[in-house]
Nanobody
Framework: QVQLVESGGGLVQAGGSLRLSCAGS????????MAWFRQAPGKEREFVAA????????IYADFVKGRFTISRDNAKNTVYLQMNSLKPEDTAVYYC????????????????WGQGSQVTVSS
């Protein structure tokens, strides 16, 4: 069983940066693919970024390419989402998730989820 705890959210001005962290527990954390999803009020949950178990491959949603970076440190059982050049439309609750096997963009393929972290970007 993998448990995920998120931190690093908050309020930031447009153009600013935040780094989200997702700390995992469980002996098999380093064998899991990880991803970030987000959900804004009144909108569907959407894929943001994903990374393989060893950090060797990443996938990004088109709307964050060049601005967000996903990374992981398996020695610390932690995955990160570095968010730069933030826009008001990035405002959402951000969730980290874990799954066995290959990383994907489909939320229903992920087995374990963090509690969510609010990111608010003001104009």
């Amino acid at each position: 069983q993998v448990q995920l705890v998120e931190s690093g959210g908050g309020l930031v001005q447009a153009g600013g940066s935040l780094r989200l962290s997702c700390a995992g527990s469980g002996r098999t954390f380093s064998t899991h693919a990880m991803a970030w999803f987000r959900q804004a009020p009144g909108k569907e949950r959407e894929f943001v970024a994903a990374i393989t178990w060893n950090g060797g491959s990443t996938i990004y949603a088109d709307f964050v390419k060049g601005r967000f970076t996903i990374s992981r440190d398996n020695a610390k059982n932690t995955v990160y989402l570095q968010m730069n050049s933030l826009k008001p439309e990035d405002t959402a609750v951000y969730y980290c998730a874990a799954k066995r096997g290959v990383h994907s963009i489909q939320s229903n393929e992920y087995e374990y989820w963090g509690q969510g972290s609010q990111v608010t970007v003001s104009s």
